[in-house]
């Protein structure tokens, strides 16, 4: 019981040192200023990554609707699926061959760009799905300018490894990826 009340007292001791101490005015020693990456490239007027969610949004909105666009004008029925995170956006099943066969489902995965921009980021998930189903994938890509809109560009068997244990998505060269585009109607 004794070494209990030594330790309150001991305790209380330093309560009470506490309530004494006194800071002195601080010394400043140095300082950093914070300048936001893109708002020095949007001051040079170089295009860069929107950190607008609101642009990013607007722009992803456009390119799914030119790929719904002109898969609907192959005959293609379609779907969206872009919030069920499978790995694709857009779901194109074809039209019956003649004899009554069914092609397979096509699985676009759509990214839009602003004008400008020089990367595509792919998460891993997307470029998994892409090496397991090479044939039924296509990589859709659509620049947009403003109102004006370039594509899409539709790239089959886009990647050649799979990513490392760990990384969650992979930045590519967007000229890289053009590159490899096939027209559209050579897609089907």
């Keep these: ?21 006194v800071s002195s005015t601080p010394v400043v020693i140095g300082g950093a200023l914070v300048i936001p ?6 001051r040079k007027g170089e295009a860069t990554f929107s950190a607008d969610a609101e642009a990013r949004s607007r722009i992803q909105q456009i390119a ?4 719904l666009e ?10 969206d699926v872009s919030a069920e995170k499978c790995g694709w956006d857009i779901t194109a099943r074809p039209k019956p061959n003649p004899d009554g066969s069914i092609k397979p489902d096509r699985h676009i995965e759509v990214k839009g760009r602003a004008k400008g921009q020089t990367t595509i980021t792919v998460s891993r998930n997307e470029i998994l799905y892409a090496l397991n189903q090479a ?17 899409p560009y539709y790239i089959r068997n886009p990647f050649s490894a799979e990513p490392d244990f760990g990384v969650a998505s992979i930045n590519y060269n967007l000229d890289d990826l053009l590159s490899k585009a096939t027209a559209v109607e050579t897609a089907l």
């Design 1 to 21: 019981m004794d070494e209990l009340t030594e330790r309150l007292a001991q305790r209380k001791r330093e309560l009470e040192a506490m309530k004494n101490v």
């Design 70 to 79: 002109v898969e609907r004008s192959f005959g293609h029925e379609v779907w």
């Design 135 to 151: 044939d039924k994938f296509i990589l859709a890509i659509v620049i947009v300018d403003g109102d004006d809109i370039d594509g």
């Design 64 to 67: 799914m609707q030119k790929v």
């Design 37 to 42: 990456q893109g708002l020095l490239a949007s």
